[in-house]
């Protein structure tokens, strides 16, 4: 069941690889295939408390942390906290607050944030984060997030310790949670050329781009530093550049086809196979053995007069069967739609495909990358 159901798999990939692949490949515009240099969002994390839980908040004697963060709070609200007293409060939760700053992001933008809890709260649903400061990779703050808390996830628990919880309630999101407070200065507008970095580095691909350009601006404007990026001139009227990208983005390239290569994922047994892959002649042999283990109970009687008592003893039977074993020959220069039929006919389990590609590549007749992650 388990080879029929994943030879169904692998015809339907083959089927789906040839209508994505197609023999001649289709143009597209650079701005699907490539980025501008310095044009990033820029990571933001802040930690903050979210007040307002009904009793699923921190245990204040586990995570002192939070206690210590509350006490801060209110001194700077003008609200003195005893050092003899010790509030024990379940309403209260010590989160990290992260967001992601758009690139060209403006002061009194807002964006999303998301909120997790960092010490033992059981949810934050129904929990209002404080206000919050998120600051970047350099220390200073770029946005302040607060607002009430969106949770996805829910969890119940019974007075026996027995506990039932739906998705993750200890991470939830503000929609337009943060402010933006500070702009990140951009290179874009200043620099004397452009940088265009392609999402999948191939050279084939970084001179085609770099001809296109060349051919629609004239030659000289666009030159290939690797098989990434691709440098531009830009306008020197500072003005001209958005409207310079916006066209330099629409126009088509026809992209390199990829490499040869089969990707094998070792966990879930997920077998993906280029559209380029290629055999040399080689011959296939599969088969596999079945271990049949049988135990049967049986009943021991003791001798007349010998005073024994009869007892029952187990018998295993064991049976080992070869499958029959079937061979397929790959002619030269097999096709992707060629391997899965040949693998279809041996009905080939994910374990034993990933062994035939894996013999295939050690006898030199795998012409493509085995990657197993």
Same mark, same amino acid.
């Given at each position: 069941?388990?080879?029929?159901?994943?030879?169904?798999?692998?015809?339907?990939?083959?089927?789906?690889?040839?209508?994505?692949?197609?023999?001649?490949?289709?143009?597209?515009?650079?701005?699907?295939?490539?980025?501008?240099?310095?044009?990033?969002?820029?990571?933001?994390?802040?930690?903050?408390?979210?007040?307002?839980?009904?009793?699923?908040?921190?245990?204040?004697?586990?995570?002192?942390?939070?206690?210590?963060?509350?006490?801060?709070?209110? =001194?700077? +609200? *003008?609200?003195? $906290?005893? /050092?003899?007293?010790?509030?024990?409060?379940?309403? #209260?939760? !010590?989160?990290?607050?992260?967001?992601?700053?758009?690139?060209?992001?403006?002061?009194?933008?807002?964006?999303?944030?998301?909120?997790?809890?960092?010490?033992?709260?059981?949810?934050?649903?129904?929990?209002?984060?404080?206000?919050?400061?998120?600051?970047?990779?350099?220390?200073?703050?770029?946005?302040?997030?607060?607002?009430?808390?969106?949770?996805?996830?829910?969890?119940?628990?019974?007075?026996?310790?027995?506990?039932?919880?739906?998705?993750?309630?200890?991470?939830?999101?503000?929609?337009?949670?943060?402010?933006?407070?500070?702009?990140?200065?951009?290179?874009?507008?200043?620099?004397?050329?452009?940088?265009?970095?392609?999402?999948?580095?191939?050279?084939?691909?970084?001179?085609?781009?770099?001809?296109?350009?060349? =051919?629609? +601006? *004239?030659?000289? $404007?666009? /030159?290939?530093?690797?098989?990434?990026?691709?440098? #531009?001139? !830009?306008?020197?009227?500072?003005?001209?550049?958005?409207?310079?990208?916006?066209?330099?983005?629409?126009?088509?390239?026809?992209?390199?086809?990829?490499?040869?290569?089969?990707?094998?994922?070792?966990?879930?047994?997920?077998?993906?196979?280029?559209?380029?892959?290629?055999?040399?002649?080689?011959?296939?042999?599969?088969?596999?053995?079945?271990?049949?283990?049988?135990?049967?109970?049986?009943?021991?009687?003791?001798?007349?007069?010998?005073?024994?008592?009869?007892?029952?003893?187990?018998?295993?039977?064991?049976?080992?069967?070869?499958?029959?074993?079937?061979?397929?020959?790959?002619?030269?220069?097999?096709?992707?739609?060629?391997?899965?039929?040949?693998?279809?006919?041996?009905?080939?389990?994910?374990?034993?495909?990933? =062994?035939? +590609?894996?013999?295939?590549?050690?006898?030199?007749?795998?012409?493509?990358?085995?990657? #197993?992650?």
């Amino acid at each position: 069941m388990i080879a029929t159901r994943f030879s169904a798999v692998l015809a339907a990939l083959a089927a789906f690889a040839a209508a994505l692949f197609p023999a001649g490949a289709s143009a597209e515009r650079i701005k699907d295939i490539a980025s501008v240099a310095g044009v990033r969002g820029n990571q933001l994390v802040g930690y903050g408390l979210v007040v307002g839980l009904d009793g699923t908040g921190d245990q204040t004697s586990q995570t002192p942390f939070t206690i210590q963060a509350l006490r801060n709070m209110l =001194a700077q +609200l *003008g609200v003195l $906290v005893p /050092e003899n007293v010790n509030p024990q409060l379940r309403n #209260v939760a !010590a989160v990290t607050v992260q967001a992601t700053l758009p690139p060209f992001a403006k002061p009194g933008q807002t964006i999303d944030v998301t909120v997790s809890s960092i010490g033992n709260a059981q949810s934050l649903r129904g929990g209002s984060l404080l206000m919050t400061p998120l600051r970047g990779a350099d220390g200073e703050v770029y946005a302040i997030a607060q607002g009430n808390l969106v949770v996805g996830g829910f969890g119940v628990a019974g007075s026996d310790g027995s506990r039932v919880s739906v998705n993750v309630p200890s991470t939830g999101r503000i929609p337009n949670g943060a402010t933006v407070e500070r702009a990140v200065p951009s290179a874009v507008g200043y620099a004397d050329s452009i940088v265009l970095n392609l999402h999948t580095p191939d050279f084939t691909t970084a001179h085609r781009l770099a001809e296109a350009i060349n =051919a629609e +601006l *004239g030659p000289g $404007v666009a /030159e290939t530093l690797d098989a990434i990026s691709v440098r #531009v001139r !830009a306008p020197l009227d500072e003005s001209q550049r958005v409207a310079y990208l916006a066209h330099i983005e629409n126009l088509d390239v026809e992209p390199a086809e990829a490499a040869a290569k089969v990707i094998v994922n070792s966990r879930t047994g997920t077998v993906v196979i280029g559209s380029q892959v290629r055999v040399t002649p080689a011959a296939v042999a599969h088969g596999s053995l079945v271990v049949r283990i049988t135990e049967t109970e049986l009943v021991s009687q003791p001798n007349p007069f010998s005073f024994g008592q009869t007892a029952i003893v187990g018998q295993s039977d064991i049976e080992v069967e070869e499958t029959g074993s079937r061979m397929f020959l790959f002619e030269p220069g097999v096709s992707l739609n060629e391997i899965v039929e040949a693998v279809n006919q041996v009905g080939a389990a994910p374990g034993d495909l990933v =062994a035939i +590609l894996e013999a295939l590549r050690e006898a030199g007749a795998l012409r493509a990358q085995l990657i #197993v992650i």
